[in-house]
């Protein structure tokens, strides 16, 4: 009788002494398996708003960190250029000096990238950078510098200016598309797809004056919302407007619900000009706004 209790006594004493100690019958199994290897990692660090504006011979320093849990391998920046009229330029091709062999797992990398001087004035120079590692595995991060002219410098572009223009919402069911090429007004029937540069876009009942572009693809407009206090409408030239396009962050074909005295600038497709637009009063169901549009 006392043997059959001290040997049922035994698991529970073996329990006891598992719990007081912290083992864990788990441990060390997988001791001898490899760690699980990560992608590698590409941060941009500075400048940290990821653009840069910049004239002809000016450098920008650009700094990268790369990291990876094994061993990186290699590294390559390359740089693309695009022309205002969203033309490519240059095809990507490695920046002088920024292909490398390298073997790290942290490291931080910098351009210094001085803007050629065969780069017209508002290109777009995409910069990407990659980090490969011993697996082949690869992780990029990008930059961008947009080319401005010198101060002072004449161009090539003027604006024309128009006044006191009326566009409607699509809830009243006419004059909800802006045609600013020809300065009409009109319903889907009225203005053709590629002439929709502007659409009043309320999902009806409601009436919340955002504007989007044509619904024509690749001939759609691009958006950029900003107002008064950011952008000086009445002295705005062709610099001051790309350079508040490029360096928003409220860019797409769809803006945020529009209120008195907000712009609204516009890029037109496939071509290097743009539209601005000053709401001066919004409500009842109608938008009323002067413009200013560019042309050589």
């Known amino acids: 009788m006392t043997f059959r209790k001290i040997h049922s006594l035994v698991p529970l004493f073996a329990l006891l002494m598992l719990v007081l100690t912290g083992c864990d019958p788990e441990e060390g199994k997988y001791d001898n398996e490899p760690p699980v290897d990560g992608d590698p990692q590409v941060t ?12 002809v011979g000016e450098t ?3 700094t990268f960190e790369i990291f990876d849990n094994e061993l990186l391998t290699e590294w390559e920046a390359t740089e693309r250029w695009v022309s205002v009229s969203g033309v490519e330029v240059l095809a990507p091709t490695t920046i002088p000096g920024q292909l490398a062999a390298i073997a790290t797992t942290n490291a931080e990398r910098v351009i210094s990238y001085t803007v050629p001087s065969t780069v017209q004035v508002y290109t777009t120079i995409e910069i990407r950078a990659c980090a490969r590692d011993n697996k082949g595995k690869e992780a990029c991060a990008s930059f961008r510098i947009n080319v401005v002219p010198e101060q002072d410098s004449t161009t090539a572009f003027e604006l024309q200016s128009y006044t006191d223009d009326v566009l409607f919402s699509i809830t009243t069911g006419d004059d909800y598309n802006f045609d600013l090429i020809n300065r009409m007004v009109g319903s889907d029937l009225e203005i053709p797809a590629p002439n929709r540069y502007l659409r009043e876009s309320s999902i009806p009942p409601a009436i919340d004056y955002k504007l989007t572009s044509p619904i024509n693809n690749p001939m759609d407009s691009v958006l950029v919302t900003t107002n008064t206090s950011l952008f000086n409408f009445e002295e705005c030239t062709y610099e001051t407007i790309y350079r508040a396009y490029v360096t928003s962050n409220r860019i797409g074909v769809e803006t945020d619900p529009l209120q008195a005295e907000d712009v609204v600038i516009l890029k037109l497709p496939n071509t290097p000009h743009f539209a601005v637009f ?3 009063s919004i409500g009842n169901g109608e938008m009323r706004f002067d413009y200013k549009y560019s042309y050589q």
């Open 44 to 55: 941009l660090i500075s400048p940290a708003n990821g653009y840069a504006l910049a004239r």
């Open 60 to 62: 920008v320093d650009i």
């Open 278 to 280: 000053y709401f001066k």
